[in-house]
């Protein structure tokens, strides 16, 4: 966990294992000053990007929270089927 994400980027090949790709991901939250930037973070790697982008983006959820421009953008993509269920999920989660 002493790595930087500078020094990974420069050899990090595609690795599908937890010890491959998990301490990647939480080497990309530790170096991260918001939500946003802890998901470029691990995307900025490569290899197994979208996993690592996941684990570095739950973690900093819960440290950051997501901010609201970042949500909106999201559900504006959504259909309205879809957008109904998120929003749902979202106001269940805050009871």
Do not use: H
Request: charged share 30%.
């Amino acid at each position: 966990m002493t790595r930087k994400i500078e020094n990974i980027r420069w050899d990090y090949k595609f690795d599908e294992t937890c010890p491959g790709s998990v301490p990647e991901a939480i080497i990309a939250y530790l170096e991260a000053k918001d939500f946003e930037s802890a998901v470029r973070n691990a995307v900025s790697l490569g290899g197994d990007a979208d996993t690592q982008a996941d684990i570095a983006g739950a973690i900093a959820e819960a440290s950051f929270g997501i901010p609201d421009e970042i949500i909106a953008a999201c559900l504006a993509k959504l259909d309205d089927n879809l957008s109904g269920i998120v929003q749902r999920w979202r106001k269940f989660l805050k009871k």
